[in-house]
T-cell receptor
Framework: GAVVSQHPSRVICKSGTSVKIECRSLDFQATTMFWYRQFPKQSLMLMATSNEGSKATYEQGVEKDKFLINHASLTLSTLTVTSAHPEDSSFYIC??????????FGQGTRLTVV | AQSVAQPEDQVNVAEGNPLTVKCTYSVSGNPYLFWYVQYPNRGLQFLLKYITGDNLVKGSYGFEAEFNKSQTSFHLKKPSALVSDSALYFCAVRANNAGNMLTFGGGTRLMVKP
């Protein structure tokens, strides 16, 4: 399977600060990256789709100015949670798009905002 | 629009007994169906998929799933459960023209007791 590296795996930050999450596809180039969010005891929900070299597409209800996505290269996409609030505490998972039928996921980032 | 339903929030089974985790789906056209497992604070791990061919699909760790087109179901099964199978299981679907973007079910927590 494809190798996807997501960093950090766990982060605790203070309210009002920003946190950057990185997602790298290590053995293939991904023009598209899916970012999911998972609240406790809930399923994964697609937040946004990023495309290399262009603006990301956000799902309904997801604030684009709060969740900044940068997909500057074919192997790296970043999600920055700006001015974090406790309600942003969640598990964030990236999934780079690759040819074929199977999806691959990063290890996930557990964000806790205190 | 595509959707997935996992009717059981939790399934309890004794070690050594067979297990079933239910999943039904709705999608336009031919579905691609997946099962993923998630351990605490970890990303999703692929178990198995149905794309085409035999309705009974065998996957990792002794799991299998049966695609039933008439009932639009894709239940996950294992003949003999292990305590180490205890985890959160997600069923996912995508239409065959939806790239890698998946729609997930709500997840089912499997508890295997010794």
């Amino acid at each position: 399977g494809a190798v996807v590296s997501q960093h950090p795996s766990r982060v605790i930050c203070k309210s009002g600060t920003s946190v950057k999450i990185e997602c790298r596809s290590l053995d293939f180039q991904a023009t598209t990256m899916f970012w999911y969010r998972q609240f406790p005891k809930q399923s994964l929900m697609l937040m946004a789709t990023s495309n290399e070299g262009s603006k990301a597409t956000y799902e309904q209800g997801v604030e684009k100015d709060k969740f900044l996505i940068n997909h500057a290269s074919l192997t790296l996409s970043t999600l920055t949670v700006t001015s974090a609030h406790p309600e942003d505490s969640s598990f964030y998972i990236c999934s780079p798009k690759r040819g074929g039928t199977e999806a691959f996921f990063g290890q996930g980032t557990r964000l806790t905002v205190v | 629009a595509q959707s997935v339903a996992q009717p059981e929030d939790q399934v309890n089974v004794a070690e050594g007994n067979p297990l079933t985790v239910k999943c039904t789906y709705s999608v336009s056209g031919n579905p691609y169906l997946f099962w993923y497992v998630q351990y605490p604070n970890r990303g999703l791990q692929f178990l198995l998929k149905y794309i085409t061919g035999d309705n009974l699909v065998k996957g990792s760790y002794g799991f299998e799933a049966e695609f039933n087109k008439s009932q639009t179901s894709f239940h996950l099964k294992k003949p003999s459960a292990l305590v180490s199978d205890s985890a959160l299981y997600f069923c996912a679907v995508r239409a065959n023209n939806a790239g890698n973007m998946l729609t997930f079910g709500g997840g089912t927590r499997l508890m295997v007791k010794p």
